[in-house]
């Protein structure tokens, strides 16, 4: 089992600077590869970044693509979204997911085995 608890989030103003921690907790602390989702009111769940330690991958959609930058601390079994120039449009819930099942990149949140209930984003003008 494994349990992710994600942190971090708030309101902030555009142009401006977060970032999501997510502690994992459990017999599967040490998932080898992580990934932030979002989902905004009436969309589906988005897959925006993800990290795999061992084979040194990382995967960032084209909407965060420059702007966020993943990193996860093993020895902590935490992994981080650092968000910078935020936008209105990044507005969401962030989820963070562990333990992919499914190939390279990750793509629907129900690719990995486990994710937490979220933080909450808002940015404004």
């Known amino acids: 089992q494994l349990l992710l608890v994600e942190s971090g989030g708030g309101s902030v103003q555009v142009g401006g600077s977060l970032r999501l921690s997510c502690l994992a907790s459990?017999?599967?602390?040490?998932?080898?590869?992580m990934g932030w989702f979002r989902r905004s009111p009436g969309q589906d769940h988005e897959a925006i970044a993800a990290?795999?330690?061992?084979?040194?991958?990382?995967y960032y959609s084209d909407s965060v693509l420059g702007r966020f930058t993943i990193s996860k601390d093993s020895a902590k079994s935490t992994v981080y979204l650092q968000m910078i120039n935020l936008k209105p449009e990044d507005t969401a819930m962030y989820y963070c997911?562990?333990?992919?099942?499914?190939?390279?990149?990750?793509?629907?949140?129900?690719?990995?085995?486990?994710w937490g209930r979220g933080t909450q984003v808002t940015v404004f003008s």
């Open positions: 990290i795999c330690t061992r084979d040194i991958l990382t």
């Open positions: 459990g017999t599967a602390a040490q998932s080898d590869c």
């Open positions: 997911a562990a333990d992919l099942r499914a190939p390279w990149p990750p793509v629907r949140l129900s690719d990995f085995g486990y």
